[in-house]
């Protein structure tokens, strides 16, 4: 079993940035991808961005390309998603998740973080 736990979510006014990290722990081992989800209230849960741990492939949501970034340091078991010019619609709990598989598009996702609370106000 992989452990996830995220944060560094807040509250910040709209085109600020923030910082989310994810801490893995236990199988590490097993994880091929790690990502980041978010869901906003009355909202699906939606894929904002994900990293493969060993060659550091990168897929971003349309809604999120060239305002975050998401990174890894595999000497600390953790992933990043740094979020920069953050609007309104951004505001919504973010979900850490990790994957045994590479693909990035059609992988499942094995694990999943608690959650943290990202609150943008205009």
């Known amino acids: 079993q992989v452990q996830l736990v995220e944060s560094g979510g807040g509250l910040v006014q709209a085109g600020g940035s923030l910082r989310l990290s994810c801490a893995a722990s236990?199988?590490?081992?097993?994880?091929?991808?790690m990502g980041w989800f978010r869901q906003a209230p009355g909202k699906e849960r939606e894929f904002v961005a994900g990293i493969n741990w060993s060659g550091g492939s990168t897929r971003y949501a349309d809604s999120v390309k060239g305002r975050f970034t998401i990174s890894r340091d595999n000497a600390k078991n953790t992933v990043y998603l740094q979020m920069n010019s953050l609007k309104p619609e951004d505001t919504a709990v973010y979900y850490c998740?990790?994957?045994?598989?590479?693909?990035?598009?059609?992988?499942?996702?094995?694990?999943w973080g608690q959650g943290t609370q990202v609150t943008v106000s205009s």
């Open positions: 236990g199988r590490i081992f097993s994880i091929s991808s």
């Open positions: 998740a990790a994957s045994r598989w590479t693909n990035l598009y059609t992988s499942p996702w094995d694990n």
